[in-house]
């Protein structure tokens, strides 16, 4: 089980327990996911988000952000 899988398993998790928090939180990290998935396939790469290492360098991004 990788870490999108994870992802998207919490997210149900949290819907289900109604944590508003959690979900946004959730929602708002799939959607970095898709986001840098649809621009690397536009600059002609294959999704460079397959490792898991590319999901929490991207994680720390955020974070700084």
């Known amino acids: ?3 999108r899988d994870t992802i998207n398993q919490a997210l149900k998790d949290a819907m289900k327990a109604g944590d508003k928090r959690r979900i946004s939180t ?3 990290m799939n959607s ?3 986001d840098k998935d ?3 396939r536009t600059d002609g790469h294959d999704s460079l ?3 898991d290492t590319g999901l ?3 994680f720390a ?3 700084k952000q």
């Open 56 to 58: 929490v360098e991207l």
């Open 38 to 40: 649809i621009n690397s």
């Open 1 to 3: 089980m990788g870490l």
């Open 49 to 51: 988000l397959t490792a």
């Open 61 to 63: 991004k955020m974070v």
């Open 32 to 34: 970095a996911i898709k």
């Open 26 to 28: 959730l929602r708002l």
